[in-house]
């Protein structure tokens, strides 16, 4: 049974602000990357740097796909209803491994499309979205799971992974199907937007 916080419980001005951009949190990259289509780009990446780019979107969404893969479709609720904590696969060395993902993916996919100033308020603008929302996110879960998930905070960095398991694995194990299939919409939008890459070059070039 999931653990839910009672609508009369109280956050933080920062957790109420991210609460509010969690619940649109898939839509808020969208006028960013039609900056992407319409405008011109400033650079255009040698092969080396396309290479690197298309790569870091790769091992992002991998990194998705291994999240996803212990946390289950959870990671999609737009509410406060948390079905179980999670601290197996990448949960042990960062806290908040589809933010990190997220925030590598948006950044290279600026770069794939030729932008260097574009990309860099891409990564401005996630990060700080993810500040807010991880606020809210740290609140909700230390209301509902209380000393359990302050000891995996003490131990599990926010951002920056660690290069080994900061704690010991909850137990859940890794479901390639169910994260396929939660990740289908990001699937979606990847696909999308390299269509889009192609058509914009066919029509510069046009």
Partial sequence: MAAEISMGT????????GRAWFKVRSFSPIPLFLLLVVLPA?????????????LGIIVSEALRIWSVGYAGSATRTRGDSVPQLVHAGPYRY??????VANIAMYTCTGLVFGFSGLSALIFLVSAIEYIFIVA?????LSKLFGPSYENYCEKVPRWSP????????????????????????????LSLMGLL??????????
């Fill in 136 to 140: 809210f996110e740290e609140e909700t």
């Fill in 42 to 54: 400033n650079f255009t990446p040698t092969p080396v740097q396309m290479t690197a780019a298309v």
């Fill in 162 to 189: 660690s290069f080994t398991p900061m704690i010991e694995s909850t137990g859940q194990t890794f479901s390639l199907l169910k994260a396929l299939r939660s990740e289908r919409s990001t699937f979606f939008s």
């Fill in 94 to 99: 960062v806290r908040n491994p589809l933010y």
């Fill in 197 to 206: 890459f192609i058509l914009k070059k066919a029509f510069l070039a046009a």
């Fill in 10 to 17: 109280e956050y933080s001005t920062v957790a109420r602000i």
